[in-house]
């Protein structure tokens, strides 16, 4: 089985921690094998990588914003193609439409899917004006909603790059106070001692789909003849309380047409007795106004959840926030 990832270190370590949990569902760990595929963010972005630690969303000022589907289109070719078997995407990396021809087969049990401030023990261990370095337009927007004199600075890179500019401490204008990241990232590269606080998920609500990995295969595979052995592959490592999850995350920034631009989060828990509970988070880039919403739903459509929270969250208002997050991103590309 061959799976197709990207070749910066965490994409890599994501997809050798799949490999391991298939390596033992097939019983050989000699049939499986990694290869390694450049995207177009890669090639547009050589050594960044950005989406690694960051939400594949929006820059925060002064630059284009960039679509999501940079990193996962080549992957997704070599999937069509027949180049590879399974693709392995963090999957906040997905976007809302897939390839046709392709779906998504399951994903592995969810890592923590907070965000982690690393040089601060936490936002009010921050001096006033505190200088504060992320990628993302959501973590950009809860933080500045958060404590509105902290200054948000715009920090690309992967996860060691933006740690090692963090540690340098250089007085003046590019100093960096802290920084905001997934504590996946941290967690699948052995690096949660960098960690100095983590932030409460319910007010600063994760990226939909962080701290999960997709697994990407093609449609139909098997027909006729019963499902493909890569989906059933997938199936056996796939952990349905993160599954459904994902779905849900999904299911509503799909309803909500959220594009890169939206300052959107969206996370999902299971709630027992067949439930999931769903929340949600969508503000404008300045931090200045923002909906959340939070509702029960059950596990076996977590779609409907989805597109149930978001026409609470529209009712409430979010549309408008969405218009203006759009109008505000062609502004300050």
């Known amino acids: 089985m061959r799976i197709g990832t990207r070749g910066s ?21 000699d049939t499986i094998e990694l290869v390694t595929i450049t995207t177009s963010g890669d090639n547009a972005s050589p050594g960044d990588n950005s989406s690694d630690s960051a939400d594949p969303q929006t820059p925060l000022t002064g630059e284009a914003p960039a679509d999501k589907s940079r990193w996962v289109d080549t992957i997704e070719a070599a999937l069509l193609a027949g180049e590879i078997d399974l ?24 890592v923590a899917a907070e965000d982690v401030l690393c040089g601060a ?10 200088r504060v370095g992320t990628s ?56 949660e001692a960098d960690v100095g606080a983590v932030l409460d998920p319910v007010r600063f609500v994760p990226a939909p789909g962080q701290g999960v990995l997709a697994l990407e295969g093609r449609e139909g595979e098997g027909e006729g003849e019963g499902e493909g052995a890569v989906a059933v592959a997938a199936r056996a490592v796939t952990d349905t309380d993160t599954f459904a999850c994902l779905r849900a995350e999904r299911a509503l920034a799909g309803a909500l047409n959220a594009s890169c631009h939206t300052p959107l989060g969206a996370h ?41 929270v978001a026409e609470r969250m529209l009712a409430a208002g979010a549309g408008e926030l969405l218009r203006r997050a759009e109008e505000l991103a062609v502004e300050l590309a």
């Not at 023990?121 to 505190?130: N, T, V």
């Open 121 to 130: 023990d936490g936002l009010e261990a921050l001096p006033a004006g505190g």
């Open 9 to 29: 270190p965490l994409a890599l370590a994501q997809a050798r921690h799949v490999a391991e949990l298939l390596a033992i569902v097939v019983g050989d760990e």
């Open 87 to 110: 693709a392995v995407h963090s999957a906040k990396d997905v976007p809302g439409e897939l390839a046709k021809g392709l779906t998504l087969l399951g994903a592995p049990a969810r």
């Open 136 to 191: 993302s337009v959501r973590r950009a927007a809860q933080l500045r909603a958060a404590r509105e004199d902290l200054r948000v600075v715009s920090i690309g890179g992967n996860v060691d790059t933006r740690l090692r500019r963090l540690g340098e401490r250089v007085p003046g204008e590019n100093a960096l106070d802290a920084i905001v990241l997934a504590r996946a990232g941290l967690l699948r590269l052995g690096r």
């Open 268 to 308: 999902a828990v299971p709630a027992g007795c067949g439930c999931l509970t769903l929340r949600a988070w969508i503000g404008l880039p300045d931090g200045s106004a923002w909906v959340s919403d939070e509702l029960l739903g059950g596990f076996y459509d977590p779609e409907a959840l989805g597109r149930r």
